[in-house]
């Protein structure tokens, strides 16, 4: 899959990049979760391999996507989305974005992007996690503000050469002093950057004493300890 160029970590993507054609899960009929699938499937159907989720649900008042299930994303996958906000229904068990093959042993997703494409972040809200990612080589997830899930925000799992990057994460609900990131012990090469945080423990947790990191910042080591509260959203 080509990649799509990343020219700053703001989000912004190159002008060709942007032309390029994509399904927009506003195409489709269906609830927010059935809309976004369908996309999926077309772009692998159809080759584009890209998948657009605006900035606002046409069918929903506030503009939220409220999706009943985790999004799965598959190999040689760009999911872009375009400043949204993504929100897991209220009482749904479950994480907002997945690979594929996560839970499929002896099957790996490669090559796979979730970006946010604009200049304000999309936001992740809600559910078990945001990013739950296992079984997977070749990823990048960028430009996320995530708040407001159960356990640990993103976890990483037997992957290899993935990386996290340009991410604003508020302190979960029900576990405040979970790592916000956590990347399993069974993980390789795994790049982690420029990430921020209102976190009560740490921010990372890296079980694999392998990630390269770099940028990791707590917004509460820098107020004397003091529990920051979130802007609204």
Same mark, same amino acid.
């Given at each position: 899959?080509?990649?799509?160029?990343?020219?700053?970590?703001?989000?912004?993507?190159?002008?060709?990049?942007?032309?390029?054609?994509?399904?927009?899960?506003?195409?489709?009929?269906?609830?927010?979760?059935?809309?976004?699938?369908?996309?999926?499937?077309?772009?692998?159907?159809?080759?584009?391999?890209?998948?657009?989720?605006?900035?606002?649900?046409?069918?929903?008042?506030?503009?939220?996507?409220?999706?009943?299930?985790?999004?799965?994303?598959?190999?040689?996958?760009?999911?872009?989305?375009?400043?949204?906000?993504?929100?897991?229904?209220?009482?749904?068990?479950?994480?907002?974005?997945?690979?594929?093959?996560?839970?499929?042993?002896?099957?790996?997703?490669?090559?796979?992007?979730?970006?946010?494409?604009?200049?304000?972040?999309?936001?992740?809200?809600?559910?078990?996690?945001?990013?739950?990612?296992?079984?997977?080589?070749?990823?990048?997830? *960028?430009?996320?503000?995530?708040?407001?899930?159960?356990?640990?925000?993103?976890?990483?799992?037997?992957?290899?050469?993935?990386?996290?990057?340009?991410?604003?994460?508020?302190?979960?609900?029900?576990?405040?002093?979970?790592?916000?990131?956590?990347?399993?012990?069974?993980?390789? *090469?795994?790049?982690?950057?420029?990430?921020?945080?209102?976190?009560?423990?740490?921010?990372?947790?890296?079980?694999?004493?392998?990630?390269?990191?770099?940028?990791?910042?707590?917004?509460?080591?820098?107020?004397?300890?003091?529990?920051?509260?979130?802007?609204?959203?």
């Amino acid at each position: 899959m080509k990649r799509i160029l990343m020219v700053s970590i703001m989000g912004v993507v190159s002008t060709a990049a942007q032309a390029m054609v994509a399904r927009s899960a506003a195409e489709f009929q269906g609830s927010a979760s059935e809309r976004i699938e369908k996309a999926i499937s077309a772009a692998v159907a159809d080759g584009v391999r890209h998948v657009r989720i605006p900035e606002n649900d046409p069918l929903s008042e506030d503009g939220v996507w409220r999706i009943d299930r985790a999004i799965t994303v598959p190999s040689d996958i760009s999911l872009l989305l375009e400043s949204c906000t993504i929100e897991l229904k209220a009482g749904v068990e479950d994480d907002i974005i997945r690979n594929a093959s996560f839970d499929k042993a002896g099957s790996v997703d490669k090559a796979f992007e979730v970006l946010g494409v604009k200049f304000k972040k999309s936001v992740l809200r809600g559910g078990l996690r945001a990013i739950n990612v296992r079984n997977a080589e070749d990823f990048i997830i *960028s430009n996320l503000e995530i708040h407001n899930t159960r356990l640990n925000p993103i976890a990483v799992d037997k992957t290899k050469n993935g990386k996290l990057s340009n991410m604003l994460i508020g302190t979960c609900d029900s576990n405040a002093l979970s790592p916000c990131i956590l990347v399993h012990k069974d993980n390789d *090469s795994a790049q982690i950057e420029f990430i921020s945080a209102y976190a009560k423990g740490d921010v990372l947790k890296d079980e694999s004493n392998g990630a390269k990191t770099r940028g990791i910042l707590n917004f509460n080591d820098r107020i004397d300890g003091e529990d920051v509260v979130m802007p609204p959203l």
